[in-house]
């Protein structure tokens, strides 16, 4: 049996940290200077570097068992993989967006009109859903300057922060849809348990990532209330303390939810209140 192929981006704002994501899983490979494969030691296993946008297609087709691209290129791509995991990376929204001092309130405004996008699947599908048919401009990059060059009357692109748009005197109309990094696996790959171990250990660190350790000390009339703030990922852990009628708890707590636990935590009479980073973990 041939060795399992992984394609992460080769290059752009994903590839470094597909690399790391799946160093943290244990895989260790290093790219020698731009060559498109690297093998993992002491496993059968071969890294493939691709274009972000080639990844679902290839993984469709067999050329890599598993990927990791954006889901927007993996809905844009119309094709057929197992979606495996969200990689809590790459967020961002497909909009459609218009110039500022346009007269368009909805999408359906947009009837007739030129559309310039690189998401022209989605794109198509969306308007017409709404009521809109248009031309769209396919392009592969630099999306927003197609209006202030004439070629289109709204873009259809990706938002992070929303600074392009400000910059080029554009408003978002409507969202199409808000997206993430995701990995994703041929639906026939050969070595189904090396696929499930890979997905599994990648699993284990995209929870690590998003979750922290909080441990606290408690008297014991405040327990049930604690307990409450701190439920963990599937139950706390309490143990008496040498102090009479005081308990120690430990608890997994989504990370973005840390400080505002810990002030509540604290308010409810919590002493001791530590948190600690998870590198990896298998639940
Ligand atoms: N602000 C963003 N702009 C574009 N892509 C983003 C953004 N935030 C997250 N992403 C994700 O990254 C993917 C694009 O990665 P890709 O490597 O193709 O392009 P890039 O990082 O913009 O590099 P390039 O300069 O080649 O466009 C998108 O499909 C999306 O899933
Ligand atoms: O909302 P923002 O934070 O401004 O991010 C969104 C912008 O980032 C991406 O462009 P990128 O920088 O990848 O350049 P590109 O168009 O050449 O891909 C995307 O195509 C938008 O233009
Ligand atoms: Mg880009």
């Not at 080769?10 to 790391?20: N, T, V």
């Amino acid at each position: 049996m041939s060795n399992l192929r992984i394609g992460i981006p080769s290059k752009g704002r994903l590839a470094d940290a597909s690399a790391e994501l799946l160093k943290e899983a244990g895989l260790r490979f290093r790219r020698q200077d731009r060559s498109l494969f690297a093998k993992v030691k002491e496993m059968p296993i071969d890294i493939c570097f691709l274009r972000t946008d080639d990844i679902p297609v290839l993984c469709a087709e067999g050329a890599i068992d598993l990927g990791i691209t954006g889901g927007d290129l993996i809905i844009e791509a119309e094709v057929e993989v197992e979606h495996r995991l969200a990689l809590g990376l790459g967020g961002c929204r497909l909009a459609i967006c218009v110039p500022d001092d346009s007269s368009y309130q909805t999408a359906k405004d947009l009837n007739g009109t030129r559309i310039a996008t690189s998401f022209p699947n989605v794109t198509r599908q969306f308007l017409a859903s709404h009521g809109a048919d248009c031309h769209t401009v396919k392009l592969t990059g630099s999306v927003e300057v197609m209006i202030a060059l004439g070629v289109a009357d709204g873009i259809v692109d990706l938002v992070e922060t929303g600074s392009t748009l400000a910059a080029n005197r554009l408003r978002v109309l409507d969202t199409i849809g808000s997206y993430e990094t995701e990995l994703i696996q041929n639906k026939s790959v050969g070595d189904t348990e090396l696929a499930d171990r890979i997905v599994r250990r990648i699993e284990g660190v995209v929870i690590a990532r998003s979750y922290s350790l909080l441990e606290y000390n408690v008297a014991e009339d405040n327990l049930a209330k604690v307990e409450a703030l701190t439920p963990g990922y599937s139950s706390p852990t309490v143990n008496k303390l040498e102090r009479a009628g005081w308990f120690a708890v430990r608890a997994m707590v989504p990370r973005k939810e840390v400080i505002d636990i810990m002030e509540k935590l604290e308010a409810a009479g919590a002493e001791a209140i530590l948190e600690t980073t998870i590198q990896n973990c298998r639940l």
